[in-house]
Nanobody, 121 residues
Framework: QLQASGGGLVQPGGSLRLSCVAS????????IGWFRQAPRKEREGVSC????????HYADSVKGRFTISRDNAKNTVYLQMNSLKPEDTAVYYC????????????????WGQGTLVTVSS
């Protein structure tokens, strides 16, 4: 399973780092996706990293502000979020799968429970 954490309340312009720890399997060689769902909106892909770490992708709305990474020794993936904006407010989910493909949710086998990020002054 995946356990997401790191959400909270932050002022506009602030930073948060989301973590997603895997248990029961090894994240190494798994593709990882971060998704988010804002109130009254559909879930959207935010960032993803390939199973071999040879490419990453970011949604246009977060490009240059968010960074996805993983620490295989800790079996953890991260989403560093800087210069946060009110429109980043959402529940953030991590997902993992050996055949995970971009932002295609159905290709991910494991999902975290979500962590709420609120950006507000």
């Amino acid at each position: 399973q995946l356990q997401a954490s790191g959400g909270g309340l932050v002022q506009p312009g602030g930073s948060l780092r989301l973590s997603c720890v895997a248990s029961g399997f090894t994240l190494e060689n798994y593709a990882i996706g971060w998704f988010r769902q804002a109130p009254r909106k559909e879930r959207e892909g935010v960032s993803c990293i390939s199973s071999s770490d040879d490419w990453t992708h970011y949604a246009d709305s977060v490009k240059g502000r968010f960074t996805i990474s993983r620490d295989n020794a800790k079996n953890t993936v991260y989403l560093q979020m800087n210069s946060l904006k009110p429109e980043d407010t959402a529940v953030y989910y991590c997902a993992a799968g050996p055949l995970g493909l971009g932002y295609v949710a159905s290709t991910y086998d494991y999902w975290g429970q979500g962590t709420l990020v609120t950006v507000s002054s």
